[in-house]
């Protein structure tokens, strides 16, 4: 009788994991769909979409591009220098040195002939840091601010940099990434668009490991050598490409990454920048925002750009993959409890009703019934409580519908954008799609679920060490000797604590 009680509870139990996997698979081909459609629709623009009117226009509104930075010694000179050729009409590049123990400073100094200025920066958003001095260049005419401060975290620096900003815009931009030279005109056309109705606009992040960079720019894409970032090219593709694409057309998106976002700076204020005690700050940013404007009943657009492109290192190791998705899913278990309150709540429209709820169910809840179905399905199996016809419906159901999920993303990005160029590249993210399935998404199901579990005990954020190792810096020809030595790229390993 006991185990009979025992058989039915697993086989009722796995029934429900396939019907879940059925769902969350199904949702992500709606959103796949729906990028698909506004791809379509962004492909029928690009031959008007303006930008060379833009970049020429009085009205395009200026923007701050705000870069923290915490001991970025080996590449922040090239990536300033990369930043400052950007092609927009009227902007600024903030950095924020965060308290760095390196020569991050000393570089820059160097480079750019910094002298230290007499400036008062507002406390608009609230700061833990102190400010120790403000330095522009002294001869160049580069639009350039260096703001040093007492170390306080990438959150801090960002708030100070909000504090320092003057223009309408800002852009929030990781001090290792390498942005495409059309980035801010693409990613800031919505506000000229409708300058009345958006407050942010999220720009996509890829993978650059294996690519090649020249004086701060990719130059060549290739996939990357090892199979471990070349499964992340996939997940980035599927889940923030194609996703949140998904999700802007809904108006319904939440997330915009702190890698490449921009916002309107007088709402940062107004919602006081962004929060200290929550490790996914940018995504509680965007939140924060919907919450905020909802209440106050405001008619407003956060929308998401597939075009521009931050390209960004993946983590090569499994250690450094594990520590990024453990603090991944606890920034989005704190931002659901932070939140809590406007889930299922209709005074918060499709946020509330829609977006929130699936986040709970699909984004926070899926690797802990992923984990449950890969130890239940086979305990069920081995019980009896379920047949062999059961668990290959669960196989093709879990892992077989995903992996058609992966092909039909690389087919809307390869008809859309064509990013990679070499036959032997889209076989790799071929392979790589199947491999997914084979031990990467059960091993970020176990560090999701313990991300989970430690928002849940609320242990110390700790975000560890980041190698980066990714994508290869050919040389440009070497300067005469009476010039300066152009710095080398970033190579060797990138101290992320307190940034």
Same mark, same amino acid.
């Given at each position: 009788?006991?185990?009979?009680?025992?058989? *039915?509870?697993?086989?009722?139990?796995?029934?429900?994991?396939?019907?879940?996997?059925?769902?969350?698979?199904? +949702?992500?081909?709606?959103?796949?769909?729906?990028?698909?459609?506004?791809?379509?629709?962004?492909?029928?623009?690009?031959?008007?979409?303006?930008?060379?009117?833009?970049?020429?226009?009085?009205?395009?509104?200026?923007?701050?591009?705000?870069?923290?930075?915490?001991?970025?010694?080996?590449?922040?000179?090239?990536?300033?220098?990369?930043?400052?050729?950007?092609?927009?009409?009227?902007? @600024?590049?903030?950095?924020?040195?965060?308290?760095?123990?390196?020569?991050?400073?000393?570089?820059?100094?160097? @480079?750019?002939?910094?002298?230290?200025?007499?400036?008062?920066?507002?406390?608009?958003?609230?700061?833990?840091?102190?400010?120790?001095?403000?330095?522009?260049?002294? *001869?160049?005419?580069?639009?350039?601010?260096?703001?040093?401060?007492?170390?306080?975290?990438?959150?801090?620096?960002?708030?100070?940099?909000?504090?320092?900003?003057?223009?309408?815009?800002?852009?929030?931009? *990781?001090?290792?990434?390498?942005?495409?030279?059309?980035?801010?005109? +693409?990613?800031?056309?919505?506000?000229?668009?409708?300058?009345?109705?958006?407050?942010?606009?999220?720009?996509?992040?890829?993978?650059?490991?294996?690519?090649?960079?020249?004086?701060?720019?990719?130059?060549?894409?290739?996939?990357?050598?090892?199979?471990?970032?070349?499964?992340?090219?996939?997940?980035?593709?599927?889940?923030?490409?194609?996703?949140?694409? %998904?999700?802007?057309?809904?108006?319904?998106?939440?997330?915009?990454?702190?890698?490449?976002?921009?916002?309107?700076?007088?709402?940062?204020? @107004?919602?006081?920048?962004?929060?200290?005690?929550?490790?996914?700050?940018?995504?509680?940013?965007?939140?924060?925002?919907?919450?905020?404007?909802?209440?106050?009943?405001?008619?407003?657009?956060?929308?998401?750009?597939?075009?521009?492109?931050?390209?960004?290192?993946?983590?090569?190791?499994?250690?450094?993959?594990?520590?990024?998705?453990?603090?991944?899913?606890?920034?989005?278990?704190?931002?659901?409890?932070?939140?809590?309150?406007?889930?299922?709540?209709?005074?918060?429209?499709?946020? %509330?009703?829609?977006?929130?709820?699936?986040?709970?169910?699909?984004?926070? &809840?899926?690797?802990?019934?992923?984990?449950?179905?890969?130890? &239940?399905?086979?305990?069920?199996?081995?019980?009896?409580?379920?047949?062999?016809?059961?668990?290959?419906?669960?196989?093709?159901?879990?892992?077989?519908?995903?992996?058609?999920?992966?092909?039909?993303?690389?087919?809307?990005?390869?008809?859309?954008?064509?990013?990679?160029?070499?036959?032997?590249?889209?076989?790799?993210?071929?392979?790589?799609?199947?491999?997914?399935?084979?031990?990467?998404?059960?091993?970020?199901?176990?560090?999701?679920?313990?991300?989970?579990?430690?928002?849940?005990?609320?242990?110390?954020?700790?975000?560890? @060490?980041?190698?980066?190792?990714?994508?290869?810096?050919?040389?440009?020809?070497?300067?005469?000797?009476?010039?300066?030595?152009?710095?080398?790229?970033?190579?060797?390993?990138?101290?992320?604590?307190?940034?």
């Amino acid at each position: 009788m006991t185990g009979d009680w025992v058989r *039915d509870l697993l086989h009722a139990t796995d029934v429900f994991i396939l019907t879940y996997f059925l769902v969350i698979n199904s +949702s992500y081909l709606v959103l796949i769909v729906l990028a698909g459609a506004e791809f379509v629709h962004h492909l029928r623009r690009v031959p008007f979409a303006g930008h060379e009117e833009t970049y020429r226009s009085p009205l395009t509104q200026p923007i701050s591009v705000l870069v923290p930075a915490y001991n970025e010694s080996a590449g922040i000179v090239q990536s300033v220098q990369a930043m400052l050729a950007l092609r927009y009409p009227v902007f @600024e590049v903030i950095v924020i040195d965060d308290g760095s123990s390196d020569d991050t400073f000393a570089r820059l100094e160097q @480079e750019f002939g910094l002298v230290e200025v007499p400036r008062v920066v507002p406390d608009a958003t609230p700061t833990r840091g102190g400010i120790l001095s403000v330095h522009v260049p002294r *001869d160049r005419p580069d639009p350039l601010v260096v703001v040093r401060k007492e170390n306080g975290g990438k959150t801090d620096a960002l708030n100070t940099g909000i504090n320092v900003a003057r223009h309408p815009l800002v852009c929030m931009v *990781d001090a290792d990434s390498i942005l495409d030279p059309q980035a801010l005109l +693409s990613v800031a056309k919505p506000f000229s668009d409708d300058p009345v109705r958006t407050v942010a606009s999220g720009g996509v992040i890829r993978v650059a490991n294996g690519c090649t960079a020249v004086a701060g720019r990719i130059v060549d894409v290739r996939m990357p050598r090892r199979w471990l970032p070349r499964v992340q090219v996939v997940e980035y593709l599927r889940a923030f490409l194609l996703g949140r694409t %998904g999700w802007s057309r809904l108006g319904g998106l939440l997330i915009i990454s702190g890698a490449f976002g921009i916002f309107r700076r007088d709402l940062l204020v @107004e919602v006081g920048g962004l929060a200290h005690d929550c490790i996914g700050e940018d995504a509680e940013l965007v939140v924060r925002l919907h919450r905020h404007l909802r209440r106050q009943r405001r008619d407003y657009r956060i929308v998401f750009v597939a075009e521009p492109v931050s390209w960004s290192e993946a983590p090569s190791t499994l250690k450094v993959l594990g520590k990024q998705r453990r603090r991944w899913h606890r920034g989005i278990a704190e931002i659901l409890r932070k939140h809590r309150g406007m889930i299922g709540n209709p005074r918060y429209g499709r946020i %509330g009703l829609v977006a929130m709820p699936y986040y709970v169910l699909f984004e926070l &809840l899926a690797p802990v019934i992923e984990l449950a179905g890969v130890i &239940l399905v086979p305990l069920g199996l081995y019980a009896g409580a379920v047949d062999a016809r059961f668990a290959v419906v669960f196989v093709g159901v879990a892992y077989g519908y995903a992996l058609l999920l992966n092909l039909i993303a690389l087919t809307v990005e390869e008809y859309s954008f064509r990013r990679y160029h070499r036959w032997t590249d889209l076989f790799a993210a071929v392979a790589a799609s199947v491999l997914e399935n084979l031990g990467y998404r059960q091993l970020t199901a176990l560090w999701r679920t313990m991300g989970m579990w430690s928002a849940i005990r609320g242990g110390k954020h700790v975000w560890g @060490e980041m190698t980066r190792t990714g994508f290869q810096t050919v040389q440009t020809q070497a300067p005469p000797p009476a010039a300066k030595e152009p710095a080398t790229a970033r190579e060797g390993a990138r101290a992320e604590s307190g940034s």
